[in-house]
């Protein structure tokens, strides 16, 4: 009996040393990292409307903390805002987006994009269009977006 019981703690000691082998492994996944963010993709629709367009982009997280993009702006329009599409197809102003630790944001037609609304220009395809993206943690991001016809449609991304 005292056999066995010697054997379980030998068990448990031996599971135990096994999770710390496994917890010193994972600690190159400890201590400061933060966000690493990439912008990809980035372009903005040729207006269908004289007043207003849209633009889109994705940020690419490939640190180990999250992010959040708090604004978007540009001289291209008035307001710069960022919406989101309801099931309805109607738009609604978006609150900060996360941008997720070892993941992505996505700015698509039909779902988060930013609007332009009151453009200063009316920018045409082949042209570009500078946004900076800034972040509760990150450095703002500069993007120069191309125009794109108003039918483009991005392949996945
Ligand atoms: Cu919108």
Known sequence: MKRAAAALAALLLATGTA????????SEDKGPDGPHLAVSGAYVKEPPMPD?????FTITNTGRD???LTSVTSDLAKHVT???TKPDG????AGPLAVPAHGRLVLR??????MFIGL???PKTGETVTMTLRFATSAPITVNA??????????DR
């Open 19 to 26: 999770a710390c082998g496994s917890n010193d492994k994972g």
């Open 52 to 56: 207003m367009t849209a633009g889109y």
């Open 66 to 68: 999250a992010d959040t």
């Open 82 to 84: 960022v919406h989101t």
């Open 90 to 93: 109607s738009m609604t102003e």
């Open 109 to 114: 037609m039909g779902g988060y994009h930013v």
């Open 120 to 122: 200063h220009r009316k």
């Open 146 to 155: 191309p125009v794109q016809p108003a039918g483009y449609r991005p392949g």
